[in-house]
């Protein structure tokens, strides 16, 4: 299985990124995805995260509002629409696949993680 995150990038703050989570061996509509990151010298925290059935979603209070989470499952792939973007968003971006089928805002409840994409927010 590897999950595959891009769409990172440099932009100035009020601006909009989206990034894209891409799986191969694992079919990502069928367990919960979340996005999480990591600052530097920061602990990776939880950003979004939705259900398998897509009907649930949850939102850091820190990016909602302002970040959207969706999924084409056609092309196996997983967005996270980034506008209103903020200095203090600056940071590697995860995705990650669960474990189960449920949200999960808890990073040891993920079973495969990307590599990380650098979203850097410039003031």
């Known amino acids: 299985v590897q999950l595959q995150a891009s769409g990172g990038g440099l932009v100035q703050a009020g601006g909009s990124l989206r990034l894209s989570c891409s799986a191969s061996?694992?079919?990502?509509?069928?367990?919960?995805v979340g996005w999480f990151r990591q600052a530097p010298g920061k602990e990776r925290e939880f950003v979004s995260t939705?259900?398998?059935?897509?009907?649930?979603?949850r939102y850091a209070d820190s990016v909602k509002g302002r970040f959207t989470i969706s999924r084409d499952n056609a092309k196996n792939t997983v967005y996270l629409q980034m506008n209103s973007l903020k200095t203090e968003d600056t940071a590697v971006y995860y995705c990650?696949?669960?474990?189960?089928?449920?949200?999960?805002?808890?990073?040891?409840?993920?079973?495969?993680w990307g590599q990380g994409t650098l979203v850097t927010v410039s003031s």
């Open positions: 061996g694992r079919t990502l509509s069928s367990y919960a």
């Open positions: 990650a696949s669960s474990r189960g089928m449920t949200v999960s805002t808890i990073p040891g409840e993920y079973a495969y």
């Open positions: 939705f259900s398998r059935s897509g009907m649930t979603t």
